[in-house]
């Protein structure tokens, strides 16, 4: 249950994904569109990928992907990073955790 | 039962009748007298035919009265079709509606769209006649608030008739011509709309116009995102489905073919999922965009949205009825 939170804490930008989910293009695609390098998980490919949804369903992550943690802390799915980067959060919550560097 | 007599017409009134059948009775007594079984069978005749005919003007008295109430309502929804073409919403002709279930819940959303729209219209021309008459700003404030509250409204609808027919909302068959033209997932492109505001606005201050240029780049990237991961859907579908092709004949074949054929279903689900952060997107850039503006530029903006979207409607109508050689 632990090792999603564990990854998520060793780096700045973290995006949990799955390789078939078009969705979690889309969120990759915006954080390299704001200058983040996240550490991609495919939860469908990694040898611990079965526990790390489970840990990630158990944190009330629905749909279990994409999801996002900046700074090691959990900041949501595609409806949550949309509305943070269109009110300027996202960017602030990235610069915090130096993901990115204006 | 058949009205036999030529003469009883369904159209006479029950005197008329009377009249008659007393006529045929005496012309009947004055013959001869000892016909009695065939005087018996005459009248017993004339008597059904009395009644065949009583019964058939009743008849055609229900007939009519249904037919006047046809045309009633008739006559409303051809009232109501042209409230809602004046308003500049696109009707589509009934021959474009597709006949599976999915018909159904694209024609419920057409109606609720263009209900959502009269009412938003409504309050648009409130705002107007508010602005029009230097209306207080506390008075502003409560129609702006309402109008972008009310846009939730067709956010929520879009997304519930997504979850049916989420091919409906993506071909935008519920705008009209000229709007299509510029659809994106299902809708307006946040960022374009922007760009078209920011000349209406002015006078912003340093920080307005540099909170308002940050918003429509946001949006921007935002839409990015979303038409790269559409893309990458698009790929990955026409992947699947190619993977299906090839020598046909042995069972092995069938069995890929139907497992292809489920996984190019369950990328077909995830259609919805991107029309709703489409919606999402718009919906937050709006509610940005009212936080930035004073009441009185959010007010000026949300008229020159909707005017620019009547302009839109406008034209769509101008070209459908355009003369064709």
């Known amino acids: ?102 | 039962m058949e009205d036999t007599s030529p003469r009883t017409d369904t159209s006479t009134d029950a005197d008329t009748e009377d009249k008659m059948l007393r006529d045929q009775l005496q012309g009947i007594g004055a013959s001869d007298g000892s016909d009695k079984s065939r005087d018996q069978k005459t009248l017993r005749r004339l008597a059904q035919n009395r009644e065949a005919a009583r019964k058939s003007r009743l008849r055609k008295k229900a007939y009519v009265q249904q037919l006047e109430s046809s045309r009633m309502k008739l006559t409303q929804l051809e009232q109501e079709l042209q409230r809602a073409r004046q308003q500049g919403i696109f009707i589509s002709s009934s021959g474009e509606q597709s006949q599976s279930n999915g018909g159904n819940g694209a024609l419920a959303f057409d109606v609720e769209y263009a209900r959502w729209l009269e009412e938003h219209n409504k309050r648009i021309n409130e705002l107007r006649g508010a602005v029009n008459s230097h209306a207080g700003d506390g008075e502003l404030r409560i129609i702006v608030d309402g109008i972008v509250s009310h846009y939730d409204d067709i956010f929520r609808i879009k997304g519930d008739a997504a979850k049916t027919d989420v091919f409906h909302i993506l071909s935008g068959m519920w705008k009209t011509p000229a709007e299509r033209c510029f659809l994106w997932l299902g809708g307006f492109r946040s960022s374009e709309l922007l760009k078209l505001l920011i000349n209406q606005l002015e006078p912003l201050t340093e920080q307005q116009l540099l909170a308002i240029n940050n918003l429509q780049q946001s949006s921007q990237q935002a839409e990015d995102a979303l038409s790269q991961g559409m893309e990458a859907l698009q790929q990955s579908l026409a992947e699947t489905l190619a993977g299906s092709l090839g020598p046909t004949g042995s069972s092995g074949n069938v069995a890929n073919y139907m497992g292809q054929m489920a996984m190019a279903m369950g990328k077909l689900g995830t259609l919805e999922g991107f029309i709703r952060q489409a919606d999402n997107l718009r919906q937050q850039t709006l509610q940005q965009m009212h936080r930035i503006l004073t009441t009185r530029q959010s007010a000026r903006a949300l008229l020159a949205i909707s005017d620019y979207f009547s302009r839109l409607r406008a034209l769509s109508s101008l070209w459908l009825a355009r003369p064709r050689e």
């Open chain 1, 1 to 102: 249950m632990e090792i999603a939170r564990e990854l998520a804490r060793k780096n700045a930008a973290v995006i949990f994904t799955k390789c078939w989910c078009c969705m979690c293009h889309s969120m990759k695609a915006l954080l390299y569109e704001l200058g983040a390098s996240p550490a991609v998980y495919e939860l469908d490919q990694h040898v611990n990928g079965a526990e790390m949804e489970w840990g990630l369903r158990a944190l009330g992550c629905c749909p279990v992907v994409p999801v996002v943690f900046i700074g090691g802390a959990l900041v949501g799915s595609a409806q949550d990073i949309i509305s943070l980067h269109v009110d300027g959060s996202l960017k602030h919550l990235l610069i915090n955790a130096k993901a990115i560097w204006l």
